[in-house]
C-alpha cells in the first residue's frame, strides 16, 4: 500500500508554520483630492398641437443647446446625447383617442475639466428656453493619479502594521507572501457620482439680460483603498 501524496491542485493553508510563521494584515488608505471633471445633464424640451411642430421646435432647441456648448472649444472633454421621445397628450374627455399636444425631449450629457467654465456655461444653459440643468456631479478620471497614490500608501500602512506585529515579538519580517485587493474575485461595487452645490434649473422662459454666471464650489473626492497583505517572519523567542 502506498502512501497518498499530496494534491498539488489543493491551495494552500492560510497559517504559518513554526519555522515560517505567518502575520496577516490589512492595509487601508483614504485621501480627499479635487476634482478633475464634472458632468452636467441638459433635458431640452418642446410642446406643439402637432407632431411636426412640436419636432420642429425640439429640433432647434437641440441645436441650439450643442452649438452653445461647442463654443467652450476645450473645456468641454465629451459631449452625448442620450434619450429622445416625442409622445402624444390624450385628451381626457370625449369619446376617441384625440390628441391634445405632443411632448418633446432630448437628453445631453457634458463633461467638463474646466470649473470656471462650468459656471458660466451652466447659467447660460438654464437660461434658455424650456432647457433644464441637472448636476454638476464631480468625479476623478479612472486613471487619476489618486488613485494610485491610494494603492500605494495602503501598501505602505501594511507593511508598517505588519513590522509593528513583528517588533512586538521581538523579531522582523522575512517574506511577502500574498497581496491582494480586498475583494478581488468579486464584482467592483458601484461609485456614486456626488452631486454638487447646483441646483436643476427648471423649464423656463430666457431672461433678457445675460445672467451672472453661477459660483460652483468643487466637492472635494474621497479615495478609499484596501489591501490584504501575508508576510512570513523570522521565528520570534517566545
Known sequence: MTAATPDASQPAVPYGTPEAPRIAVRGEARLEVDPEIARIGITVAARGRDRRSALDDLTRRNAGVLDLVKTYGDAVERLETGAFSITPELTKHGRGERVRTY?????????????????ELT????????????GPWWALRPDSPAHREARKKAVREAVQRAREYAEALGTSLSALVELADIGAESAPPAYPQAPGRMRSAAFAGAAEDTPAPLDLEPQRQRVHAQINARFT??????
Open 103 to 119: 411632448h418633446g425631449s432630448v437628453r445631453v450629457t457634458a463633461e467638463l475639466t474646466d470649473f470656471t467654465a462650468l459656471g
Open 233 to 238: 517572519m523570522v521565528p520570534p523567542k517566545l
Open 123 to 134: 447659467t447660460r444653459l438654464a437660461d434658455l428656453d424650456l432647457t433644464r440643468v441637472d
